[in-house]
């Protein structure tokens, strides 16, 4: 007997048009028949998508009707995301769409991270509001890894950038350029945001958020 198809909703996530604006994911909201997919079959579901992050939800018991609870996982481009802003958010939208989820106010995502918390903006504007842990940001290890930073980023911005500081959280890097450089006008080549030092491949992907 063949495995039932899967449903999905591909979200453009902070979009204000309805077309070619935004940040797109795939939302899927698993059935009971696959609970127990392997991880690998994640990857290559989200490889079949191509987009910059799919949304994996596993419906859990909820507390009330008022507050949803999900297991979330976000995948990438071969990898299992830590963290994911605008898949997160686009996972929200699909389950609040829900006649289960017009119900309920708050959702409740266990993920990696820990439980995320989600809930409907008071005043039916149709907002939602993320609750996102705080993660620390630290300085780089050392003198060979910000060099290795700034010639990336000089790659994908141009020589004019000049950087007065790197810091990392998780997988991620906050890179503080010098205020005269027009950051907003710039032209970046995402494609030089992969290193082929291991310790930074992950970092200095293009962030899924």
Not at 54 to 83: C, D, I, K, M, N
Request: glycine residues 8%; hydrophobic residues 40%.
């Amino acid at each position: 007997m063949s495995n039932p198809s899967l449903q999905y909703t591909i979200v453009d996530a902070f979009a204000s048009t309805p077309f070619n604006s935004g940040n797109p994911a795939s939302v899927i909201i698993l059935p009971p028949s696959h609970h127990s997919l392997p991880t690998e079959s994640f990857h290559q579901i989200a490889n079949e998508f191509n987009l910059s992050a799919t949304a994996f939800l596993t419906p859990q018991t909820s507390a009330s009707p008022s507050t949803l609870r999900y297991g979330l996982r976000w995948f990438a481009h071969g990898v299992e995301l830590t963290l994911c802003g605008h898949a997160t958010l686009a996972s929200a939208r699909v389950i609040f769409s829900t006649l289960e989820g017009q119900q309920a106010n708050k959702l409740e995502f266990e993920t990696r991270r820990g439980t995320l918390g989600v809930r409907k903006v008071p005043g039916g504007s149709g907002k939602i509001e993320l609750d996102f842990p705080v993660t620390a940001l630290e300085g780089l290890g050392s003198a060979d890894e910000l060099a290795q930073v700034s010639e990336t980023v000089s790659a994908a911005a141009g020589e004019g950038v000049s950087i007065r500081g790197v810091r990392k959280a998780g997988l991620f890097l906050l890179v503080e350029v010098d205020p005269g450089f027009d950051l907003e006008g710039a032209v970046v080549d995402a494609r030089r945001f992969v290193s082929r030092d291991v310790s930074l491949n992950e970092m200095l992907k293009r962030s899924p958020v």
